[in-house]
């Protein structure tokens, strides 16, 4: 398999909340939700980069659409790690993060490894990694 990852989709039990979450909390762009015509179809987009998008879809379409029955979320199941340029920024995404209504579960500290990093979670429970790598480089 080539490596040619270019959606991920987060199983989520409200999706305007969710939505504005990432739309107008972190600012993430969108056009919004699309597919409201279908009984679960409706999912909101949000580009990312290089082609990568993160898609926000109820669980239960989820689970309908995978033949797989609708379970617990369990934060530690996934992280999505967003790496920055500074420790500045860390600390910078960890605020708007919180003020966008985000639970910070560990704030920013020095890590083990070298780094920077604090995580949160978004209003579903998925946990994001913030993180500053001096080894990483950062490309726009």
């Given at each position: 398999?080539?490596?040619?990852?270019?959606?991920?989709?987060?199983?989520?039990?409200?999706?305007?909340?969710?939505l504005q979450?990432?739309?107008?909390?972190?600012?993430?762009?969108?056009?919004?939700?699309?597919?409201?015509?279908?009984?679960?179809?409706?999912?909101?987009?949000?580009?990312?980069?290089?082609?990568?998008?993160?898609?926000?879809?109820?669980?239960?379409?989820?689970?309908?659409?995978?033949?797989?029955?609708?379970?617990?979320?369990?934060?530690?199941?996934?992280?999505?790690?967003h790496n920055?340029?500074?420790?500045?920024?860390?600390?910078?995404?960890?605020?708007?993060?919180?003020?966008?209504?985000?639970?910070?579960?560990?704030?920013?500290?020095?890590?083990?490894?070298?780094?920077?990093?604090?995580?949160?979670?978004?209003?579903?429970?998925?946990?994001?990694?913030?993180?500053?790598?001096?080894?990483?480089?950062?490309?726009?």
């Amino acid at each position: 398999m080539k490596p040619r990852i270019t959606l991920l989709t987060l199983g989520v039990d409200d999706l305007e909340k969710s939505l504005q979450f990432y739309r107008d909390g972190l600012g993430l762009p969108t056009q919004g939700i699309v597919g409201q015509e279908f009984e679960y179809g409706a999912v909101a987009f949000f580009d990312l980069q290089n082609g990568l998008k993160l898609a926000l879809w109820p669980r239960k379409s989820i689970a309908r659409d995978s033949a797989i029955p609708l379970q617990s979320p369990s934060a530690t199941e996934l992280t999505i790690g967003h790496n920055v340029g500074s420790k500045t920024e860390v600390d910078a995404v960890m605020r708007q993060a919180e003020k966008a209504g985000a639970r910070v579960g560990k704030p920013a500290e020095d890590t083990f490894w070298g780094g920077y990093a604090g995580y949160f979670q978004d209003p579903d429970g998925h946990l994001w990694e913030i993180a500053w790598n001096p080894h990483m480089e950062i490309r726009d």
